[in-house]
């Protein structure tokens, strides 16, 4: 069974950078054709913030991080990293990574698989 495990949240000036984790245990992440990264904000529903295609690397970004944010994924290490560099208070929320086959790894439909989520909080 997949379990999925994100890690790297935490409290950060405007201005600042996060780095977020992650890793899976039971499969590895390359069984998966996407994985994604999503934020959930207090009573807001679960977006997509960035994505990464294993078949070929592709990336995709939601428009409000685009130049700001970078997802990586490290096959040796077993990974997929999100690089959070000039947040703002806006990028408050849980963060979710997610993994599974989708139509569009930027939309939440079609992933089954998720971890818990870390926080991440903006603010002076």
């Known amino acids: 069974q997949l379990q999925l495990v994100e890690s790297g949240g935490g409290l950060v000036q405007p201005g600042g950078s996060l780095r977020l984790s992650c890793t899976s245990s039971?499969?590895?992440?390359?069984?998966?054709?996407?994985i994604g990264w999503f934020r959930q904000a207090p009573g807001k529903e679960r977006e997509g913030v960035s994505c990464?295609?294993?078949?070929?690397?592709?990336?995709y970004y939601a428009d409000s991080v685009k130049g700001r944010f970078t997802i990586s994924r490290d096959k040796a290490k077993n990974t997929v990293d999100l690089q959070m560099n000039s947040l703002k208070p806006e990028d408050t929320g849980v963060y979710f990574c997610?993994?599974?086959?989708?139509?569009?790894?930027?939309?939440?439909?079609?992933?089954?698989?998720w971890g818990q989520g870390t926080q991440v909080t903006v603010s002076s």
């Open positions: 997610a993994a599974d086959h989708v139509a569009a790894c930027l939309s939440r439909i079609g992933y089954d698989n």
């Open positions: 039971g499969f590895s992440l390359e069984t998966y054709d996407d």
């Open positions: 990464i295609m294993n078949s070929d690397g592709s990336t």
